[in-house]
C-alpha cells in the first residue's frame, strides 16, 4: 500500500524559514517524480514544485521560486521541501504527492497518490 | 497561457448523473488530464487519468460509476448513481514539461 506521511509543519513567523518532510513506503520510490502541492484554508489546489527521480529535474512555481528549494533522498525514501523568507500568503495545507509512472527524465505527470498533509501557518 | 478552466459549482439528485467539464486553454487542446476528488476535510483522492481520446485509467478502488470523456479542448468526469459521498470537490490537473497546472475545482452538491 503506497503511503506518503508528511510532518514538519507548524506556525512560524513571517520571514522565518521551515522543512517538510514525506515519509514515503508502499512504492520503489526511486522510480518516481515526487511533488507538493498546497491547499490555503476554503481555496483550491496549488502546485509548489516537483523533482525527478534522480534530482536532475526540478520546477518551481513562480510563487516560490528564489524561496523554497525540493529535494529528496532516495536511499531514505524521503521528500523535502525548505521553506525560507516565509509569507503570510504561504499559509496553507501542505500535501506530498507521487506521480504516476512517467519517463525517467520528466519531472511533472498525473498524480496518483496524495498524502495527508502538514499544516503550515505563518503568522506573527 | 495554460489554464484549466472549472465551473465552481455543480448539483444533482441522489440516484442521478452528473458530467463536469474541465476546459484547457486555446492551445492545449492535445492535453491529458487527471481528476482528483477532494471529499470535505479529507485530502485529495485520484479518480482517473483522461487522455485526449476519451481512454482514461482509474485509481485503486475507483467504482464504475465513474468514467470520462473528452471533446477538443473539453475533459470530462460522469458520476452515475450519485451517492451522498460523491458529494465533494472535484479538481482538473494537466502538466507540461516543467509546470503542473489545477482547474479551480468543482464543488458538487448531491440533493
Known amino acids: 500500500e503506497v503511503q506518503l506521511v508528511e510532518s514538519g509543519g507548524g506556525l512560524v513567523q513571517p520571514g522565518r524559514s521551515l522543512r517538510l518532510s514525506c515519509a514515503a513506503s508502499?512504492?520503489?520510490?526511486?522510480?518516481?517524480?515526487m511533488h507538493w502541492v498546497r491547499q490555503a484554508p476554503g481555496k483550491g489546489l496549488e502546485w509548489v514544485s516537483g523533482?525527478?527521480?534522480?534530482?536532475?529535474?526540478?520546477a518551481y512555481a513562480d510563487s516560490v521560486k528564489g524561496r523554497f528549494t525540493i529535494s529528496r533522498d532516495n536511499a531514505k525514501k524521503f521528500l523535502y521541501l525548505q521553506m525560507n523568507s516565509l509569507r503570510a500568503e504561504d499559509t496553507a495545507l501542505y500535501y506530498c504527492?507521487?506521480?504516476?509512472?512517467?519517463?525517467?527524465?520528466?519531472?511533472?505527470?498525473?498524480?496518483?497518490?496524495w498524502g495527508q498533509g502538514t499544516l503550515v501557518t505563518v503568522s506573527s | 497561457q495554460f489554464v484549466l478552466t472549472q465551473s465552481p459549482s455543480a448539483s444533482a439528485s441522489l440516484g442521478a448523473s452528473v458530467k463536469l467539464t474541465c476546459t484547457l486553454s486555446?492551445?492545449?487542446?492535445?492535453?491529458?488530464i487527471a481528476w482528483h476528488q477532494q471529499q470535505p476535510e479529507k485530502g485529495p483522492r485520484y479518480l482517473m487519468k483522461?487522455?485526449?481520446?476519451?481512454?482514461?485509467s482509474k485509481g485503486d478502488g475507483i467504482p464504475d460509476r465513474f468514467s470520462g470523456s473528452s471533446s477538443g479542448t473539453e475533459r470530462y468526469l460522469t458520476i452515475s448513481s450519485l451517492q451522498s459521498e460523491d458529494e465533494a470537490d472535484y479538481y482538473c490537473?494537466?502538466?507540461?514539461?516543467?509546470?503542473?497546472?489545477f482547474g479551480g475545482g468543482t464543488k458538487l452538491t448531491v440533493l
Open positions: 523533482i525527478s527521480w534522480n534530482s536532475v529535474t526540478i
Open positions: 504527492v507521487k506521480v504516476i509512472l512517467i519517463s525517467r527524465g520528466a519531472v511533472a505527470g498525473s498524480f496518483d497518490y
Open positions: 508502499g512504492f520503489s520510490f526511486d522510480d518516481y517524480a
Open positions: 490537473q494537466t502538466w507540461g514539461t516543467d509546470i503542473v497546472v
Open positions: 486555446s492551445g492545449h487542446s492535445s492535453y491529458a
Open positions: 483522461l487522455n485526449v481520446d476519451g481512454s482514461h
